[in-house]
């Protein structure tokens, strides 16, 4: 035991030592980057470049910082003056601190940590952690189940406190929050976040809470963002989140940029708006307004009180995987990044819940696969957040990810219906919503046709387009050791599964 302690206490001395002389490089780089012009920027980038791959000796593999460089010197690299662009608008604390704990604690130390805890624990270890403060929120849009939970389920502070520092002996750092709407408890965040000042923040918002005051804050500590809730033009968006709201997320977007907070979008698409939220005045507008990433989220039948016509139609789908793609591409100049949460899963090997990339924990404490997949086995009132990812159905995500070759039909609930109701049979979970228990079958039917409809279309994109198989995935031991359930299909193999 003595020997164990005395390896952590210099882990421990190592690592803020590491963190001290990362803090001075980061703080002077970014001060040199919002004094000079473009020409002299381009200098400081290389010798972060430079100082980078000193510091990180053997951590990158061969030809990325050559790559690296080549962006930097590359006046007509999109994505490289994408990112200067973002430092040179971005307070110069917030920018310091995103790179401190989002780029060294999380991306470089974090990665390394998880990934070592994964092989010694033999489960499922994420690189981030989604919780709810609260269930409370001061809206009610249509099709969305938190909103009819009510204000009983709220997180202690000691709670939100106990999942942070437990995350972080896992090697977790990135943690982001939702409900609810979380900034309902905006003084204890603050606390939250400025006690784990080592730590990168983000809360999914619906806007109407951040004022002035709450910016100045930020300003401060640096370490927290936000995703703003906005589905397209006034119309659209407030048929579904209410009168008023609209001009609320404008509102706040104007306040993040004034004060430098990098800030992105949070958007559900559905039937009913897919284009209004894709189109390019649409992009344009949040771009110029200052979010420079976002997220698309493809709209799930979650709850009693889900609204399925709601589900967008699989030509919808097919267009959102074309159109995201071009907003990304070298074609479109707007200075936006978005990700699909649903089309981009070969991006991260598909679904990442269920502790693989990431897992959620309720405002009552329980510890969820999925913010959509509301059932569970464990809380965190009787359980670590080591037990939780133990735990029978977190266990079972484990055993049987990538739960399908095309990652883009990742998920095991919206294409895949059957094999989410054998786990939660195979382990004995319990629903979890708060409103009124769900079983698996009444979830999963919702979703049983859009699956069968989904899936050919789906199959013939995945064998039309060009993949890389990625050096590192995490799956179980027993999964890589069958090459046969490899996620990698080749046009060959969609012919061959159809002739069967």
């Known amino acids: 035991m003595a020997n164990i302690n005395m390896i952590n206490i210099k ?32 200098k400081v980038y290389l010798r ?64 390394k940590l998880t990934r070592e ?136 977007m104007d306040l993040l940029k004034k004060h430098g907070i990098l800030f992105g979008t949070s958007i559900c698409y559905t039937r009913e708006n897919v284009e209004a939220v894709t189109n390019d005045d649409f992009i344009r507008l949040i771009s110029e307004k200052g979010a420079r990433f976002g997220f698309y989220f493809h709209y799930m039948p979650i709850g009693n009180n889900a609204v399925p016509e709601l589900l967008p139609t699989v030509e919808q789908r097919k267009y959102m995987i074309d159109r995201i793609r071009y907003i990304r591409s070298e074609d479109c100049d707007i200075d936006f990044f978005p990700m699909d949460f649903q089309n981009d899963g070969e991006k991260v090997g598909g679904c990442i819940a269920g502790g693989r990339n990431y897992f959620h924990i309720n405002a009552h404490g329980d510890a969820e696969p999925c913010v959509f997949i509301h059932f569970s086995n464990t809380n965190i009132h009787e359980n670590s957040i080591l037990e939780m990812l133990q735990s029978p159905l977190f266990m079972e995500y484990h055993k049987g990810q990538p739960f399908n070759r095309n990652h883009l039909r990742p998920c095991p609930m919206l294409e895949n219906p059957d094999l989410l109701r054998g786990m939660v049979e195979r382990s004995g979970a319990h629903g979890t919503n708060a409103e009124s228990e769900e079983t698996a079958d009444h979830l999963c039917s919702k979703c049983d046709a859009y699956a069968k409809e989904w899936a050919p279309i789906a199959d013939k994109v995945w064998a039309e387009q060009f993949h890389i198989e990625k050096a590192y995935v995490n799956y179980s031991e027993e999964h890589l050791a069958h090459p046969e359930l490899a996620a990698f299909q080749t046009v060959e193999d969609v012919k061959a599964e159809t002739k069967e």
């Open 48 to 111: 972060l470049a430079d100082l980078a791959e000193k510091f990180f000796k053997g951590k990158f593999p061969d030809g990325v910082m050559d790559s690296v460089r080549k962006a930097i010197l590359d006046p007509n690299n999109r994505w490289f003056s994408y990112i200067d662009s973002i430092i040179a608008e971005t307070n110069p604390n917030f920018a310091k601190m995103t790179l401190l704990n989002l780029g060294y604690e999380a991306f470089l130390r974090g990665t």
């Open 117 to 252: 805890n994964r092989k010694k624990y033999q489960c499922n270890i994420p690189w981030l952690i989604l919780f709810d403060p609260t269930d409370a929120c001061n809206m009610h849009c249509a099709g969305c189940w938190s909103g009819t939970y009510g204000h009983k389920n709220n997180m202690t502070f000691e709670d939100m406190d106990k999942i942070i520092t437990q995350g972080k002996e896992l090697g977790i750092y990135v943690y982001i929050m939702t409900g609810g709407e979380p900034m309902v408890r905006k003084k204890d965040i603050l606390k939250l976040i400025e006690k784990h000042h080592d730590c990168y923040f983000a809360a999914f918002t619906n806007s109407t809470l951040i004022d002035e005051e709450l910016c100045q804050e930020l300003e401060r500590l640096g370490n927290m963002t936000f995703f703003l809730s906005i589905e397209g033009t006034p119309d659209t968006n407030d048929a579904r989140r209410g009168d008023g709201h609209y001009e609320a997320v404008m509102n706040a």
């Open 11 to 42: 882990e421990n001395l190592t690592h803020a030592a590491e963190r001290k002389a990362m803090d001075i490089m980061l703080t002077g780089l970014v001060n040199d980057l919002h004094k000079k012009d473009t020409t002299d920027r381009t």
